[in-house]
């Protein structure tokens, strides 16, 4: 990895500290997000920010596709070089939060065929439709990234994002230590930390040790038929006002009186004086739900 640096140094590319660049050098942690990926041959793997390319290159040697998704326009000639001879990886300049990642996918799919690793991938079966994410996220972009992956269509069924350590434990986390952040990865997915990475892993290194999250799509929603729109709604206005009882920071957030915010909390069995911090997944559904059945139906803003 010193002699690929001292590569892109020649060629005047040096980390951008505007952009969030950090390389992950030790190859031994490089191992460990590819294994938690576990990917086959007939996997499409879209990976967010590649940087030089030496995860793409593991990621490369396991996967069926690779759609390598990198913002510095500086580095996109040295990566198309650097995996010309590989035509089943793609590099693509492009900031993830603007591009239609179902449109990339969907590209992807539309191949009639193609060879990787000797093996013969139809593009066009059920199995090739889909994907999954390998990223190292910045930390200016990690919360907006995550859900603009969460959301798309098609969803991948597996993330595995290298982020901040104390950002992949909010993620992960239980009541009472709920947050927007943990609500938004469970709604969709099951987590955990599968690695801890210290700064000195890096260069240059950050000031802060990183962690892997492994996201597993959930084959049901924990809230029932409730609707991401309305348990989002809901969740946003319950943390309003983080910390306070849920009576007054979920009518601060709803705009309605207080009394009717404890109607609805009661009516989804959730005592007013709880916080946000403290609700279940299952429970903010109950209070989407409670909210949902109110005549006339309440306007939700947010």
Known sequence: MTSLLSQLSALGIHPKKGLGQNFLVDPAHRAHIVAASELTPADTVLEVGPGAGVLTEL??????????????????????ERFATQPHVTIVQGDILKLDIGALIGESANRKSQIANGVICNLQSAICNR????????????????????????????LVLTVQREVAERMVAAPPEMSLLALGEQ???????????????????????????????????????????????VARAGFSQPRKQMRNSFAAGLDVPPAQAEAWLTAAGIAPQRRAETLTLAEWG????AVGAATPPIEIGG
């Open 59 to 80: 990621i490369a040697a396991q996967a069926g596709r690779v759609i390598a998704v990198e913002l510095d326009d500086r580095l996109i000639p040295f990566l198309r």
């Open 187 to 233: 709604f969709y997915c099951t987590g955990q930390i599968v690695g801890r990475i210290p700064a000195g892993a890096f260069s240059p290194a950050p000031k802060v040790d990183s962690a892997v999250v492994r996201l597993a799509r959930r084959a049901e929603s924990p809230a029932g038929d409730v609707t991401a729109e309305a348990f989002f709604r």
């Open 286 to 289: 109950a209070l989407a739900r």
């Open 131 to 158: 994907y999954k994410v390998i990223a190292n996220l910045p930390y200016y972009i990690t919360s907006a990234a995550i859900r603009h992956l969460l959301e798309a269509t098609p969803p991948p069924e597996l």
